[in-house]
């Protein structure tokens, strides 16, 4: 099987899985227990928090251990809301290509009596700097823009966004759940108040991320129990995960030029050869984009079928779109692109990983040329394109 899904989970890490395995059996202590197996798995902890910290240029008591991205975020956000509507501020600014964790978090907002305002991202998908600027106003509490987009790889303007926050004095979350590790980042040369990150995203375990909290900024827990996590997060803490993700991440900050240089130039052969397929486009700006991500439209085809067909030929890939969680809404990340919902159905993400090699790459190529060819063939709306019945979306 060629793995071209690293955007939705990668595969973990050997290191990260022996670290996990000596977790659990040398410190299976609770690490809020006074005696020694307790006190050997705080070490574990707090050495874990020390590395994570290291990797954001941060320190260890800004980090939080969560249940993944998806909690990051939520905790984020509503203690941002919680803590703004005190002072009156109940304006939240975000972008109209956020991972669902963010966006359906801000929805429940709104519910409550939030206002929203999510910018647009141009064809480009890289939200300006200076809408971020126009939007911000006395009563905004939050601002959340993420690193990195998980369906078309742009990289957004974070550390220009971080400066105007911090000049306007307005709290600034980023989700960097697909930028971490793969990305230098650094909270204080960024101006980043909240960060998201997720341990399963950069070949560390499931269930397992983290929440980095600038120290003079107040923060709510979002699990209410026991004082773990300095009350800001209660419950036992998952050390074996928490272990594992650290070692994950060191490991990736480790090889990150390495990594990114060839998995750019990986990723430079892939755009290329299906850019080579008639009526396709790339999605999303080339450049600056993750070293891994490749995202195409293709004209007269449904995405759902081009997946399947490629699993036939031993390639893992993605439709980018929330059509494979049930749901027949073209993903929102590519309608707010400007792509047209008949285009926006026929989408396919391959997101690579530090072990693609150039021969999987021209076997995706050569696969993905066959497939879209098949499907055309027996596509009514392509016979139309091509007979001039309809017009073409994609030149
Ligand atoms: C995967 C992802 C999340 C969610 O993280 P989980 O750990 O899977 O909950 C949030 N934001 C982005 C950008 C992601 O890619």
New binding site residues.
């Given amino acids: 099987m060629i793995y071209m899904d690293n ?1 939705a989970t990668t595969r973990t890490s050997p290191t990260a899985m022996r670290v996990m395995m000596e977790c659990m059996e040398q410190f299976w202590g609770n690490p809020s227990s006074l005696h020694t197996p307790g006190q050997k798995a705080a070490e574990v902890l707090e050495q874990a928090r020390a590395d994570v910290a290291a990797a954001l240029h941060a320190q260890p008591r800004e980090i939080i251990f969560t249940a ?4 990051a ?1 939520n905790q984020a956000i509503q203690s941002a809301a919680r803590l703004g509507r005190k002072k009156r501020k109940t304006h939240l600014i975000s972008t109209a290509i956020e ?1 669902h ?1 963010v966006l359906h978090t801000l929805k429940r907002l709104e519910q409550e009596g939030f206002e929203v305002t999510l910018l647009p991202v141009g064809e480009q998908g890289i939200v300006r700097v200076e809408d971020v600027a126009a939007a911000i106003r006395e009563d905004t509490a939050l601002v959340s823009v ?1 690193f990195a987009n ?1 369906e078309i790889g742009t990289i957004q303007p974070i550390a220009e966004i971080g400066k105007l926050c911090r000049e306007k004095k307005v709290p600034f979350h980023v ?1 960097a ?2 930028a971490v590790g793969q990305l230098p980042i650094d909270v204080n040369a960024m101006c980043i108040d909240m960060l ?1 990150l ?1 341990g ?2 950069f070949h560390g375990p499931r269930g397992c ?1 983290a929440l980095y909290v600038r120290r003079t900024l107040p923060i709510q827990p979002y699990i209410e129990g026991g004082a773990q996590e300095r009350g800001k997060r209660a419950g036992t803490e998952n050390l074996p995960a928490i272990a594992g993700m650290a070692a994950a991440l060191k490991e990736s900050c480790a090889n990150m030029e390495a990594n990114s240089a060839k998995m750019s130039a990986m990723r430079d052969r892939l755009i290329d050869g299906i850019a080579q397929i008639p009526h396709s486009a790339l999605n999303g700006a080339r450049s600056p984009r993750l070293p891994g991500n490749v995202n195409f439209c293709f004209e007269g085809i449904e995405g759902e079928s081009l997946l399947l067909l490629l699993d036939d030929k031993e390639i893992a890939a993605s439709s980018g779109s929330a059509c494979t969680s049930g749901s027949l809404d073209p993903s929102h990340v590519l309608l707010a692109i400007g792509r047209p919902h008949e285009v926006a159905h026929g989408s396919l993400r391959l997101t690579l990983g530090p072990e693609t090699t150039e021969e999987q790459v021209d076997e995706t190529i050569q696969a993905v040329k066959e497939v879209v060819e098949y499907l055309r063939g027996m596509s009514p709306v392509w016979k139309e394109l091509q007979e001039g019945v309809r017009s073409y979306v994609i030149q």
């Fill in positions: 955007a993944g991205g998806t909690e975020d991972h964790a993420m998980n989700d759940v697909q998201s997720s399963h995203k991320g």
